[in-house]
């Protein structure tokens, strides 16, 4: 079974899940979210290309475990999903800590 | 990942987002991710997901055969999402 993929699709939707039931730090309402969604993906093309390059690799991926579908710099395609719930869980605790009032 | 945190380190000092000037919060919230992401990464070597070259890393690990590079990773990328995501509050707006 190919393990990341799977654990990869089930973090995602689990952190969609867990945001809209549980944690509710209203992150998907938020347009700076989306921005700073699009923009981190931007960058993480150049680090994690970097990383997984199959020229001179950093990161060795187990074939048995990756769909295989590696799109720009041998970026695994469960890597882009992989990034999801890393980010989204962080900016969710950052505006769940920051308080109703907060200066700007 | 020394270089991400140069290339971030601008918005916190000349856009003003205020991500390191929070270190408690900043704590609070890439803390519990990490820890979630290593556990992650820990069952993953384990079970052989992925691994690592020898060559491009120090070889130095935490328990769990972790490489204190991939906890480097976890604390970083978060760091610079959240210097993104004050920056673009700073210069796009709240909402």
Known sequence: MREYTVLALVAAAATVLLELSVLRTGVFRDRRYWITLAICYGFMVAVNGWLTKLSSPIVLYNRNHISGLRPIWDIPIEDFVFAFPLLTLTLGRWLQTGGAARGR | MAACVVVTL??????????????????????????????????????????????????????????????????????????????????????
């Not at chain 2, 769990?64 to 990328?77: D, G, K, T, Y």
């Open chain 2, 10 to 95: 601008p918005l916190e000092l000349v856009v003003g987002a205020r991500v390191w000037r929070e270190p408690a919060r900043l704590l609070r919230s890439v803390g519990p991710v990490l820890i979630a992401f290593a556990t992650w990464d820990a069952f993953a070597i384990e079970r052989a997901h992925w691994s690592f070259s020898a060559r491009y890393t120090t070889g130095w690990e935490i328990p769990l055969h972790l490489p204190v590079e991939e906890i480097i990773f976890f604390a970083v990328i978060p760091v610079c999402a959240l210097l993104t995501f004050e920056a673009v509050d700073r210069l796009v707006g709240t909402r």
